[in-house]
């Protein structure tokens, strides 16, 4: 049965659908290791975290983003002393982030096929295109979604664009995700609604954003299996708006 007062749900991937962010945090650990035996320094996350940053315009977001951003700051930090052979492992590190398994979180599965009943469903996520590509065809959930968007960036333009594609008003929308910075705060400002699921690890980009925990078309759940009963009274609170 479809439910009314929201037409579309829109679900974020990397940390929400299925693990990522614990792949690129212990990356970040090794690349420090590497560069430890060069340099004595404590910030040496926060000097990749500038590099990485200041390159999102360049590079867009993902694992070859970040694996050049890695070997700038690998070279800036060590004052070019870094040897070819550690440049080398840092490729590596890169090469094995390409190639982890997509694993669903927790209680995943049954939720969006839940959600999927009461609503259409779409998939909006960003990252290079062919890493995303990938995990998309590898999590065995791909058929349950209207579509699926691979964005360079989820802003409010981005998503602007795709209510006009959907054919769908902001506030008969939903967004589900772990970002504050990509997939709630847009979204709200919009005029759209959001579930926010931390994950225990967020990348400091994603947290970039400011939100009013207490705004009142945003709902915070912990778990996966909360989503059909939280979209569910959503959907109530959206068409008495609407009545």
Same mark, same amino acid.
Request: aromatic share 8%.
């Given at each position: 049965?479809?439910?009314?007062?929201?037409?579309?749900?829109?679900?974020?991937?990397?940390?929400?659908?299925?693990?990522?962010?614990?792949?690129?945090?212990?990356?970040?650990?090794?690349?420090?290791?590497?560069?430890?035996?060069?340099?004595?320094?404590?910030?040496?996350?926060?000097?990749?975290?500038?590099?990485?940053?200041?390159?999102?315009?360049?590079?867009?977001?993902?694992?070859?983003?970040?694996?050049?951003?890695?070997?700038?700051?690998?070279?800036?930090?060590?004052? %070019?002393?870094?040897?070819?052979?550690?440049?080398?492992? $840092? @490729?590596? #590190?890169? *090469?094995?982030? !390409?190639? =982890?398994?997509?694993?669903?979180?927790?209680?995943?599965?049954? %939720?969006?096929?839940?959600?999927?009943?009461?609503?259409? $469903? @779409?998939? #909006?996520? *960003?990252?290079? !295109?062919? =890493?995303?590509?990938?995990?998309?065809?590898?999590?065995?959930? %791909?058929?349950?979604?209207?579509?699926?968007?691979?964005?360079?960036?989820?802003?409010?333009?981005?998503?602007?664009?795709?209510?006009?594609?959907?054919?769908?008003?902001?506030?008969?929308?939903?967004?589900?995700?772990?970002?504050?910075?990509?997939?709630?705060?847009?979204?709200?400002?919009?005029?759209?609604?959001?579930?926010?699921?931390?994950?225990?690890?967020?990348?400091?980009?994603?947290?970039?954003?400011?939100?009013?925990?207490?705004?009142?078309?945003?709902?915070?759940?912990?778990?996966?299996?909360?989503?059909?009963?939280?979209?569910?009274?959503?959907?109530?609170?959206?068409?008495?708006?609407?009545?």
């Amino acid at each position: 049965m479809r439910m009314t007062g929201i037409r579309m749900v829109g679900f974020d991937a990397d940390d929400t659908l299925w693990r990522s962010e614990d792949y690129f945090h212990a990356a970040q650990e090794e690349f420090e290791r590497i560069v430890a035996g060069y340099v004595d320094l404590d910030d040496v996350g926060d000097r990749l975290y500038a590099i990485e940053k200041a390159n999102i315009a360049l590079f867009g977001y993902g694992v070859k983003g970040m694996a050049l951003s890695m070997v700038e700051a690998a070279v800036e930090i060590t004052d %070019a002393r870094i040897s070819a052979r550690d440049l080398h492992r $840092i @490729v590596g #590190i890169a *090469k094995e982030l !390409l190639q =982890h398994p997509v694993e669903l979180l927790p209680g995943v599965r049954e %939720a969006v096929e839940a959600v999927a009943a009461d609503f259409e $469903i @779409v998939l #909006i996520t *960003k990252g290079d !295109l062919f =890493h995303q590509e990938k995990k998309v065809r590898d999590c065995g959930l %791909a058929g349950l979604f209207r579509r699926i968007e691979i964005v360079s960036e989820k802003d409010m333009p981005t998503y602007r664009r795709l209510f006009e594609e959907f054919d769908c008003d902001a506030g008969e929308f939903v967004m589900v995700g772990n970002s504050l910075r990509s997939d709630i705060e847009p979204v709200l400002a919009l005029g759209g609604w959001g579930v926010h699921v931390p994950y225990h690890l967020t990348w400091a980009h994603e947290t970039e954003a400011v939100v009013d925990q207490a705004a009142p078309r945003l709902r915070v759940v912990s778990a996966a299996s909360e989503w059909p009963a939280t979209l569910r009274a959503i959907a109530g609170s959206a068409a008495g708006l609407a009545a």
